[in-house]
């Protein structure tokens, strides 16, 4: 594995021995002790996920405001300093580029978190549409990102700054936090449906900020965690994953994501047009969670059908619940069938198996 690219956490992977894959390119880690045990620590004490392998970007300049709200799907005048938001960046079809935070870092400074492996795509789309009051600048080398999440994550970090966590609500950040000698932003974020925090920092800090958080956490049953039960956590969340719920031909209203496209705000944006005429036409295909009935498990790709055994659409992520003991999943399928309790059938290898539509997120903790 030569060839990929490594995280700052690689040296102490190796040291521990630990198991990894290519992943978009990236050696990572799937799990530390098992998926399941991973999973659970976060549902009920606190999980810790090296996700340095995201792409960050700094988007600078007196033109910086309105280039976004052109790009994004989401309405950029929600944000001030200190405050993040959750959108999309659509092409003119209404076809997702990538799904994307945007931390605004103060008047004219935003950083863009952007998934692995589109940060190339998505630097250069963000470039191409650029005009010379906007600067993009890829910093992904600069930075490494760890992710703390679950029940006692507050607890856990607080042993390691002075900075009152408590005063960091949801999707909040600060800036130039202390942690345990490293200099971090720290935001209230996460992808695995748990309170945590995510954790940007120089990438020549990361290994000594894993460590000791690791340390700190011990007593708390902190567990390093790998892509294994990120995807398991983030699945039950209903979080989507680029490339399976979410991609070019998937728009953000089909994948239920109609919360952050923001049709009325004052300024056009690029795939406008296609995502309104959607919204008033109705959909063709909508997202839907269903849960097996007959015994098996869908997975990414399964057709799906109807009663009479037409293909109607694909499963985009699946697997055996943790938290639900359920084998479940979540099926783009035509819009007219993803009404509650509607019945569809999964092909499970050379099985033809029923499922029922239910209702989505799976899981959505106890607030």
């Known amino acids: 594995m030569d060839h990929l690219k490594q995280t700052p956490i690689m040296p102490w992977y190796k040291e521990e021995r630990v198991k990894t894959i290519d992943f978009g390119g990236w050696e990572m880690p799937v799990q530390f002790t098992s998926i399941k045990q991973e999973h659970f620590a976060v549902r009920n004490q606190a999980g810790l996920f ?25 309405d950029i005048e929600k944000l001030e300093p200190n405050k993040a938001l959750y959108t999309l960046m659509c092409n003119e079809h209404g076809g997702t580029i990538d799904d994307l935070l945007i931390y605004q870092l103060d008047a004219d400074k935003y950083m863009l978190v952007l998934n692995a492996a589109n940060t190339e795509k998505d630097i250069l789309w963000l470039q191409n549409n650029a005009d010379d009051t906007v600067q993009v600048k890829d910093v992904s080398s600069e930075f490494s990102l760890l992710a703390l999440q679950g029940p006692k994550s507050q607890k856990i970090l607080q042993k390691l700054t002075n900075t009152d966590l408590s005063e960091i609500s949801f999707f ?10 490293a ?117 990414s790709g ?31 399928v035509k819009a007219e069938l993803a009404e509650l309790e509607n019945e569809l059938i999964v092909q499970v290898r050379k099985k033809l198996l029923t499922a029922k539509v239910i209702t989505t997120p799976f899981y959505k903790r106890e607030s």
């Open 172 to 181: 909040r950040f600060r800036q130039n936090v202390e942690i345990g000698g």
């Open 183 to 299: 200099a971090a932003l720290v935001s209230r974020t996460g992808y695995t449906g748990e309170d945590g925090f995510e954790i940007y920092c120089p990438s020549g800090e990361a290994l000594g900020l894993w460590k000791n958080i690791l340390d700190v956490g011990r007593a708390d049953g902190l567990l390093p965690c790998g892509l294994g039960a990120r995807d398991t956590l983030r699945f039950e969340a209903k979080l989507p994953l680029y490339g399976q719920e979410i991609d070019e031909t998937i728009s953000p209203i089909e994948a239920g994501l109609g919360f952050a496209v923001k049709l009325k705000k004052r300024s056009d944006f690029i795939g406008k047009d296609a995502l309104l005429q959607e919204k008033e036409s109705g959909v063709k295909r909508k997202l839907a969670g269903i849960e097996m009935i007959e015994k098996g498990i869908p997975r």
């Open 50 to 74: 090296d996700v340095s392998h995201m792409g960050e970007a700094f988007i600078t300049g007196t033109g910086s405001r309105d280039f976004l709200q052109r790009i994004i799907t989401n």
């Open 302 to 332: 399964y057709a799906v059908l109807d009663k009479s055994g037409s293909v109607v659409g694909h499963i985009t992520s699946g697997t055996q619940s943790p938290t639900l003991g359920k084998n479940i999943g979540l099926a783009l």
